[in-house]
């Protein structure tokens, strides 16, 4: 299973937001986007996943253009969750997480033994088996987002794409969630492909990272190797001081000052 | 924010899949009551056992004539309104994830009854059982245009409410600027009832005009609750989800446009059962669409059927049009859906 951009442009009418880009998704891999606001990281994410339509270039998956498979098809092998999505009232987990098997059932064959094993391994493996019976609306912002993702994973697809999967959500919860990636990546083997905003956690759980900057892709590679000083500074404009991480010896950000104009 | 309005569960109420066949049966159960009682009361009064002796082919002969040929029809005919209002209004809550599209809000009823009086007036050898369609053209039309110029990815509750109101004015100056060409006064009382929504004097003919709609329809949206599952998660999702969002967007309208369009080729703009009864349901049974429909389509026949009979029977012997009741009934609820809106911090 293999994602590729190939000479993407992207934008939502005006001026392209990304001009031009080439990516190969790592297999089997995390990768993580990273860039400052506006960068084009969940633009590109949108495309890759196919929920928003390139006015040039192409994304193939598995070399197939993505605009030529049916939604369906795209459902079969990729999950995209986007960002912040809103369960609507009076659902359970249980009807949520089912509905990840909609590219799998058909008009008239309804619910099946599959189905049922699909769901339930989506609901352990996010640990919201528990849950199952409880509304959406009721959770913990961390639980809900486990929830969703378990959605993602009924899909069973190999490659999962998240926009965004800690946002709105306290340290702990933040923790959890990008624990549960790592996991998911571990043990199936899952191509994970998501946007994140904290480039620590970035360093911390990617693979690869992928820097952003205005729609072009600066540096791309393994935490260690890229995270450098001057990346940061041209990705994020923030100067920072780079230390290893006490406890993955990874490369930890520390931020000293900040090079944009003082805010407005 | 409108936009934001959320209908809360009371508390300890977990609504779900355990829950729904009791519901089922209990809504089932009130409706057939209703049914029965119902149609046993009126000026000759006739008390249910009789009611079901006659519905059977059975009893004395006045009291079956009266059941079967003059009130049992009508019945059937606010069954019907009612169901089809009540499951467009599931539709439509559903696919546009906004618990205020109703038709008769956002201008679906008032595009068919547009239609259905020019019909009516214009064309009077047109037959009733041609109205559907004619109104279902002029549903579907105006839902078009209300969710055409609301749309701006996805619809808020005020700006959908607020093109609704819009296109209700100019369906409505249509309706009066029809009705004032009619210079036949029994013809022009007959259209203002018509106008305020009611089924007084719908018989077997409207019934038939009426039932094949849901025959076809109901089974088509029971098909379509998967869709409006992933829809209600919100279009991106859905997309993520493997469905072609717009082609089923575009079929959903059709479909409620037909539901909303047949109940009021014979009833008129009867107020309130659409947004209502899909509420109600949501509360009991959750929010998953298969239960959801099937509870408001049952929901909507039974609040109809009420409705119908408070309106023959409250100012008896003058037939009050059953649209005045849901309206006194509907307004102050959706009056309190707004204010609750407001104060959620949702």
């Given at each position: 299973m293999t994602l590729d951009a190939h000479d993407l442009v992207l934008g939502?009418?005006?001026?392209?937001?990304?001009?031009g880009l080439n990516l190969q998704v790592a297999h089997g891999a995390i990768t993580v986007l990273v860039g400052a606001n506006a960068s084009g990281k969940s633009t590109l994410l949108r495309a890759l996943g196919r929920l928003l339509r390139p006015q040039a270039g192409d994304v193939l998956l598995d070399g197939r253009?993505?605009?030529?498979?049916?939604t369906r098809e795209v459902a079969r092998r990729l999950a995209i969750l986007p960002q912040g999505p809103v369960a609507p009232e009076a659902l359970t987990v249980r009807q949520l997480v089912a509905q990840g098997r909609y590219a799998h059932q058909r008009l008239l064959r309804r619910w099946s033994s599959e189905d049922e094993a699909a769901l339930a391994s989506a609901l352990e493996a996010t640990a919201t088996s528990d849950l199952?019976?409880?509304?959406?609306?009721?959770?913990s912002g961390g639980q809900r987002q486990r929830a969703w993702i378990a959605m993602a994973l009924?899909?069973?697809?190999d490659l999962l794409l998240l926009d965004?999967?800690?946002?709105?959500?306290d340290l702990a919860h933040q923790l959890s969630v990008l624990e549960l990636v790592a996991e998911l990546n571990a043990r199936d083997g899952r191509t994970i492909l998501m946007v994140l905003h904290d480039l620590n956690q970035a360093a911390r759980y990617a693979d690869q990272i992928v820097a952003l900057r205005r729609g072009a892709i600066v540096a791309a590679g393994p935490p260690a190797q890229i995270i450098t000083q001057p990346l940061v500074r041209e990705v994020f404009d923030v100067d920072v001081r780079i230390i290893e991480d006490?406890?993955?010896?990874g490369p930890l950000c520390i931020p000293a000052t900040t090079l944009r104009a003082a805010a407005v | 924010m409108i936009s934001g309005l959320r209908i809360r569960l009371l508390p300890g109420a977990t609504p779900g899949a355990a829950r729904t066949p009791l519901v089922l049966v209990a809504t089932s159960l009130v409706g057939l009551v209703a049914f029965v009682v119902t149609l046993g009361l009126g000026e000759a009064s006739v008390a249910p056992p009789d009611v079901v002796r006659a519905l059977a082919g059975q009893g004395d002969a006045d009291g079956a004539f009266v059941v079967t040929e003059l009130r049992l029809p009508r019945a059937l005919v606010a069954c019907c309104v009612g169901a089809g209002l009540a499951a467009a209004g599931a539709v439509l809550q559903g696919m546009t994830r906004n618990?205020?599209?109703a038709p008769e809000l956002v201008g679906v009823s008032a595009g068919a009854h547009a239609a259905a009086i020019v019909v009516i007036v214009?064309?009077?050898?047109?037959?009733?059982?041609a109205l559907p369609a004619c109104a279902f053209a002029g549903a579907l039309t105006t839902s078009a245009l209300v969710y055409g110029l609301s749309w701006r990815d996805g619809t808020t509750g005020s700006r959908l409410l607020l093109v609704g109101i819009a296109v209700t004015t100019v369906g409505y100056a249509v309706v009066l600027g029809v009705v004032s060409t009619v210079d036949e006064l029994i013809h022009a009382s007959q259209l203002v009832t018509f106008m305020a929504g009611s089924v007084y004097g719908r018989g077997w003919p409207e019934l038939a005009a009426v039932a094949p709609w849901l025959v076809v329809l109901l089974p088509l949206v029971a098909l379509s609750t998967r869709d409006l599952d992933a829809l209600s998660l919100g279009d991106p999702v859905a997309r993520g989800l493997g469905v072609r969002v717009e082609a089923a967007r575009l079929r959903l309208l059709v479909l409620a446009a037909g539901l909303a369009g047949s109940a009021v080729a014979v009833a008129?703009?009867?107020?309130?059962v659409g947004l209502m009864s899909p509420h109600i349901a949501r509360r009991l049974v959750?929010?998953?669409h298969g239960p959801l429909l099937v509870t408001s389509v049952l929901l909507g026949a039974t609040i109809m059927l009420v409705a119908d009979a408070l309106a023959r029977l409250t100012f008896a012997p003058i037939d009050v049009p059953v649209g005045v009741v849901t309206a006194i009934v509907g307004a102050p609820y959706l009056l309190w859906l707004l204010v609750r809106g407001r104060t959620s911090p949702e």
């Open positions: 939502y009418g005006g001026a392209p937001v990304i001009d253009s993505i605009a030529s498979l049916s199952a019976g409880r509304l959406v609306d009721e959770l009924a899909q069973q697809t965004e999967p800690t946002t709105y959500l006490p406890i993955t010896g | 618990p205020l599209a214009l064309l009077p050898d047109m037959p009733i059982s008129g703009p009867v107020g309130f959750g929010g998953a």
